[in-house]
């Protein structure tokens, strides 16, 4: 079945470190797929997406690929604010269905 | 627009009681979706509603049922609660055709004893 594997976490930069968040996917055809971020006590919210191979999906300088060739899409920012500290979590979303299947989440910590 | 909504935030529950978790949304979505997030775990389907009045199984859907009232809202019932039902619940919802982008709601914490 389909799956997301992420990068284990938590994660622990300095302010303006340079962040990569590893994610790998397994889905038969064309998914679509998506990075969301989680503040603490909050719900779950968009942070980028991208629908098809090659495509880059950004927001708030954050960056992933699609890449079909080695089933990837990781998340990267150049340089990382505390305010970046949060739960981020890779998905996908399949065909025709609109579920979408969760990678584990890491949680990112982001020191002054 | 207020998105999605769930009540109550936090509950606490002996083991055999039941409760009603609550979901709505005013984006005029088709689909909505219950979550449930554990440590270490993500985030894993319980059941979800493609459209008013339909209603299929997630990943996890043993000990829960759920209802979509109407196209605004869909709530989650827990029957006889039990310890290992001590989570997070998330509702979501997604709306555009073409757009898998699932809305997600603050969240109710439940704890069983």
């Known amino acids: 079945g389909d799956s997301v594997t992420q990068m284990e976490g938590p994660v622990t930069l300095s302010e303006e470190a340079f962040l990569t968040i590893n994610c790998t996917y397994t889905?038969?055809?064309?998914?679509?797929l998506f990075w969301y971020v989680q503040y603490p006590g909050e719900g779950l919210q968009l942070l980028l997406k991208?629908?098809?191979?090659?495509d880059k999906g950004s927001n708030k300088g954050f960056e992933a690929t699609y890449r079909k060739e080695t089933t990837s899409f990781h998340l990267e920012k150049g340089s990382v604010q505390v305010s970046d500290s949060a739960v981020y979590f890779c998905?996908?979303?399949?065909?025709?269905?609109?579920?979408?299947?969760f990678g584990k989440g890491t949680k990112l910590t982001v020191n002054p | 627009n207020a998105g999605v909504t769930q009540t109550p935030k936090f509950q606490v529950l002996k083991t055999g009681q039941s409760m009603t978790l609550q979901c709505a949304q005013d984006?005029?979505?088709?689909?909505m979706y219950w979550y449930r997030q554990d440590p270490g775990m993500g985030l894993r389907l319980i059941y979800y509603s493609a459209s008013e009045g339909t209603t299929d199984k997630g990943e996890v859907p043993n000990g829960y049922n759920v209802s979509r009232l109407n196209k605004r809202e869909f709530s989650l019932r827990l029957e006889s609660a039990a310890p290992s039902q001590t989570s997070v619940y998330f509702c979501?919802?997604?709306?555009?055709?073409?757009?898998?982008?699932?809305?997600f709601g603050p969240g109710t914490r439940l704890l069983v004893l």
């Open positions: 998905a996908l979303s399949r065909g025709g269905s609109e579920k979408l299947v």
């Open positions: 991208a629908t098809k191979a090659d």
């Open positions: 984006m005029n979505h088709n689909s």
């Open positions: 979501a919802s997604t709306g555009l055709a073409g757009d898998r982008t699932q809305y």
């Open positions: 889905a038969t055809g064309y998914p679509s």
